[in-house]
């Protein structure tokens, strides 16, 4: 703390602050239990995927589903869809087969081994939930 130390005064009005709100056992509880709470089941697992999936990944697959769609919409021929279906998942397949290869050669350029990269991202993901308290 900075500055001069409290008085005895200042001291004795502070403990009397203190016990009146420690016996408040609501506010008790509620200071105790505030803090960060873990995410939710779908926040984890959304995490997860973003991890995984990059926004050029993502970027592509929207910029085909609005075109396919588009097209769909105007043709709307079974053969036409189903072309479109192939072309939609031939292009994600190819984003997403980029983006890892990309990765991998990322990861290579830096001479990070992939369970190195693995535990460095385990390290750097850490929330203050999954840290013990002091």
Known sequence: MDGPALSGWERRLLEEIESDLRQDTRLD???STMGAKAPSRVRRVLRGVGRRVT????????VMTAICFGV????????VLVALGVVWAATVGAAVAASELLRRRREARSGVAPADATEFRERRDRRPWDRPEA
Not at 55 to 62: D, I, K, N
Not at 72 to 79: H, I
């Open 55 to 62: 926004a050029g990944v993502t970027l592509t697959a929207l």
């Open 29 to 31: 509880r509620k200071l």
């Open 72 to 79: 769909g919409a105007r043709t709307p021929a079974t053969a």
